[in-house]
Structures are given as C-alpha cells and as structure tokens.
C-alpha cells in the first residue's frame, strides 16, 4: 500500500483534470477529496462518470457527505479502489461497509477531530483501514490539530495491525511526529500540489518511511 497519497479538491473536472495531469507524473495512487455542501461546507467535483480514460484503480473517495449510502452505487466502477465514509455521517455503518465489500472495493472509515475512536472499535475488523480527520473536513490548508498524535497512539494500542490513515494539515514539521505516532498513511494535499516542486515534496515524505 502507497505510503503517501496525494489528495485533490477540485471545483469542477477543469480543476480536476489538471490536478490530475500533475500527480500522475509521480504517483500511482490518489485520494479525490468528495464534498456536498451539506456534511461540510464546501462543494467539490464530484461525477465518476467523467473519469472515462483511466483503466487502473488509482483513486480513494474519501466521502465528505451526509448519508453516503444514499447515493454510493456510483462509487462502484473502475478507477475507484477504496471508498473511505465517515462514521459521524452514516446512520447504519455496518450495512454500508457489507456494501461496498459485496462490490469488492476495499472500505474505509474516517472519523472527525471531535469523535473518540471507541466510536469507530466495533468496526475495526470489517474495514480496511481508518483515516483520522487532523483538521475539521471541507477545506485544504488548515493547521495540524496536536491532539491527533495521541489519538493515533490510541488507536494503535487498540488496532495493532490495522491500517491508519491521517488526513490534513500535515506537513514537514509535523509528519515524522505523526508516523512516529503510529501512522501507516499520509494524505497529503497542499503540501505537495502546492509546493514549488510537486514530485519533490512527494519524494521528501515518501523517504520518510
């Protein structure tokens, strides 16, 4: 599994495209950051259907929207690997967790700043992987919570050999505190998409592992 996955949140598929174009000189995995408006404040792009030139499975949707049973059927098709909901925004988890298995993409959990991970233990040994949420979700370039580190030294004690993922404000400061905590995964946006050097910076938190 990719160490370091590079994250986009793109207005349109203009924004999408080229974002794309970018990190695919570098990366073979990507999270596409999904948004409605609704579970958080920001709206992104948002329709699988246009992605029709890509053969592999690159992508992890990470599902920044309220009710995301309701319309999770579209997520089901090549380029998607894994669907990451969260907890705070899924009233039956287990039954879209047993979704998303049966359609056989690999199925993870994120959970928001303020939501203890014994909400998320039950859940542990049917998901692929947790992604714990370092800022509040909607928006790119937000400061690292600190607080996080001892949230992924918890969920470690508990999840000895589970897959976790940390998402947001990490940067070269922080990110070695956050593997050295327990962290299996980066995601990654602003740090890489916007340094001066994109593959560089990709390089710099690869070697870090």
Request: charged share 30%.
């Amino acid at each position: 599994m990719q160490k370091v996955i590079p994250t986009i949140i793109a207005r349109d598929f203009t924004d999408f495209k080229k974002k794309i174009e970018i990190l695919l000189e570098f990366t073979k995995f990507i999270q596409w950051d999904v948004m409605d408006g609704i579970f958080v404040p920001n709206k992104t792009f948002d329709d699988p259907k246009k992605i029709k030139n890509l053969r592999k499975d690159i992508f992890e949707v990470h599902l920044m929207v309220k009710n995301p049973s309701q319309n999770i059927e579209k997520w089901f098709k090549k380029p998607i690997k894994r669907i990451i909901f969260h907890l705070e925004a899924e009233q039956k988890p287990e039954n879209l967790i047993k979704k998303i298995k049966q359609n056989k993409k690999e199925v993870g959990i994120a959970l928001n700043p303020e939501t203890p991970i014994s909400k998320v233990e039950k859940y542990l040994s049917q998901i692929n992987l947790c992604l714990l949420m370092a800022v509040n979700p909607g928006f790119g370039g937000q400061e690292f919570k600190k607080d996080t580190l001892l949230k992924i030294k918890n969920l470690r004690k508990i999840w000895p050999d589970g897959q976790i993922e940390i998402d947001g404000g990490i940067n070269k400061k922080n990110a070695p505190l956050i593997i050295k905590a327990g962290a299996d995964i980066l995601a990654i946006g602003s740090a890489i998409l916007k340094a001066k050097n994109p593959k560089k910076s990709f390089n710099y938190f690869l070697k870090l592992f």
